[in-house]
């Protein structure tokens, strides 16, 4: 595979816990992007951290808080002004990276943030939690869009390119899944530019899903907090 015109530019941030089924294998497909790839580990009890090592990249320990305090930890360690944020779980598509580095490289964006409701998801089901999940997600989309008059379609997907220096600007504090829907209302208060992007959300591959449906009310709370409180 050629490498990225850019790959000297771009750092990315693999967050990742027990998925050393798989790590090996998104490691290898990110390699072609970026020279900085650094995996933040939320204390996985499998092998990933020998994994990451045999692979020659960067290995960091999270504080045990959360996805959040994982994105931070990633964004301050950066060595690159992109960064580009990626699950270990198999369910983000290495090869739509391009797509989110390139409206910052070439001043357009500083937050670039991926929707499966344009790009399509495999990880949605029928069930009674996943139709939650789903209308969870656009009731929050519909509450940050009325408030900033914004038309996106999703605020939740994890997979997002981002200037380091103007993620380090927004202030972020959430320490868990929350850190999503902060980094997008945080993003429009403080006037960076947000672009938002299709991109295709695969099935989980390995790994157990770290986000239970009751999560779903405190990013309820949390959002009309930051919005109007």
Known sequence: MKAFKYKNKVTIVVLTKNEGQGIKQIIQSLKPYAD????????????TKEIVRQEKVRYFLDHGLGRGDGVRIGI??????????FDADGSHTSSDIPRFIL??????????IGS???????????????????????????????????????????????????????????????????????????????LEIPS????????KSKLNTLMGIK???????????
């Open 36 to 47: 900085d790839i650094l995996v933040v580990d939320g204390h996985s009890r499998d092998n």
């Open 76 to 85: 301050q360690n950066a060595k690159h002004n992109c960064v580009i944020l």
């Open 103 to 112: 409206p910052i490289i070439n001043h357009q964006a500083d937050v670039v």
């Open 116 to 194: 499966r409701r344009t790009g399509g998801s495999f990880d949605l089901n029928m069930s009674f939690s996943g139709i939650l999940r789903s209308g969870g997600a656009d009731f929050l989309t519909y509450l940050v869009n009325r408030r900033f008059g914004t038309k996106l379609s999703d605020v939740l997907y994890s997979f997002r390119g981002l200037n380091r220096k103007a993620a380090l600007q927004m202030g972020l504090t959430a320490n868990d899944f929350c850190i999503e829907q902060e980094l997008v209302i945080k993003c429009l208060k403080r006037n960076f530019r947000l």
């Open 200 to 207: 295709r959300e695969h099935a989980r591959k390995w790994g």
């Open 219 to 229: 990013f309820i709370w949390v959002m009309i907090e930051e919005l109007y409180l």
